[in-house]
């Protein structure tokens, strides 16, 4: 039996999220599909403790997203890439374009490959923002819109501009958004909820969502965004 081998190229592997979609991805290969799964590291030594680096379908390169010729050319040899990446607590408070600016060079990417060769499979663009990027104002508990949505605002508008650059494209680029709320590692894994219109999860039964794991995240995102076409040319806001 022949095996379709998909390429995988995933930027933010070194962090908390990273890490587990890297893990999650080294359990989805079958006989009739494999993925080949290259983690993006700007140390790639970062990755020698994890538990999957001697995995045949797991490949380390070093790259930096501020470096336009590297990540292009990562960009052009993978069917599939994941977002992960991110600024830490300090830096996300500040005015920045670190995602819009990676966005960019992404999509350029994405577009000029499947120009070149229109009949190349196309390469779908999963990326992680935050639900901080929801305005809807029943949709969120006070103390959150007070404290940290305001907080990490300068985040939330660069992030707003990365989603601008996918969405209603006239490429033919195919993309996922997931926006998780707050990532707590410290609460058991269950199972999240799903909102189609990137808002706060909210219903009768369980109220209205605010926080859940990076495991589980990070297990939805490789089960149900890269394994699966069912949300693609989505945005969706996840939560407990
Ligand atoms: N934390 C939360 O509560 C929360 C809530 C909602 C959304 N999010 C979003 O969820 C995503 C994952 O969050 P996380 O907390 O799991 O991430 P994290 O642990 O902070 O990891 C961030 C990753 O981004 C990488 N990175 C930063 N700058 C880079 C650059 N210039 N080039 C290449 N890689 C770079 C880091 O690599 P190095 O190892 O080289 O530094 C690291 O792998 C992020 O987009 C974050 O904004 C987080």
């Known amino acids: 039996m022949t095996s379709v081998e998909l390429k995988v190229?995933?930027?933010?592997?070194?962090?908390?999220?990273?890490?587990?979609?890297l893990k999650h991805l080294m359990t989805v290969s079958t006989p009739q599909t494999v993925y080949k799964v290259t983690?993006?590291?700007?140390?790639?030594?970062?990755?020698?403790?994890?538990?999957?680096?001697?995995?045949?379908?797991?490949?380390?390169a070093k790259g930096n997203l501020s470096d336009e010729e590297q990540?292009?050319?990562?960009?052009?040899?993978?069917?599939?890439?994941?977002?992960?990446?991110?600024?830490?607590?300090?830096?996300?408070?500040?005015?920045?374009?670190?995602?819009?600016?990676?966005?960019?060079?992404?999509?350029?990417?994405?577009?000029?490959?499947?120009?070149?060769?229109?009949?190349?499979?196309?390469?779908?663009?999963?990326?992680?923002?935050?639900?901080?990027l929801c305005n809807d104002p029943e949709r969120m508990y006070l103390l959150y819109k007070w404290t940290i949505k305001r907080w990490f605002q300068p985040c939330y508008d660069d992030m707003a501009i990365m989603e601008n650059i996918f969405l209603n494209n006239n490429d033919d680029i195919n993309y996922v958004f997931v926006r998780p709320a707050y990532l707590?590692?410290?609460?058991?894994?269950?199972?999240?909820?799903?909102?189609?219109?990137g808002k706060f999860p909210l219903d009768e039964v369980n109220g209205l969502g605010w926080q859940l794991n990076r495991n589980v995240l990070a297990k939805f995102i490789v089960n149900n965004c890269v394994v699966s076409d069912k949300y693609d040319k989505k945005v969706l806001g996840v939560t407990y």
């Open 9 to 21: 190229l995933v930027f933010g592997a070194t962090g908390g999220t990273g890490h587990l979609i």
């Open 39 to 60: 983690a993006v590291a700007r140390n790639p030594s970062t990755l020698n403790d994890h538990p999957d680096i001697q995995n045949p379908n797991l490949t380390v």
């Open 71 to 132: 990540v292009k050319s990562l960009v052009s040899l993978h069917d599939i890439v994941i977002f992960a990446a991110g600024l830490g607590i300090l830096d996300g408070q500040k005015p920045n374009e670190f995602y819009s600016r990676s966005a960019k060079l992404i999509y350029e990417a994405i577009n000029e490959t499947q120009k070149s060769n229109p009949n190349r499979l196309k390469i779908k663009f999963v990326c992680i923002t935050a639900l901080g």
């Open 184 to 197: 707590n590692n410290n609460i058991p894994d269950k199972e999240l909820r799903v909102d189609m219109d």
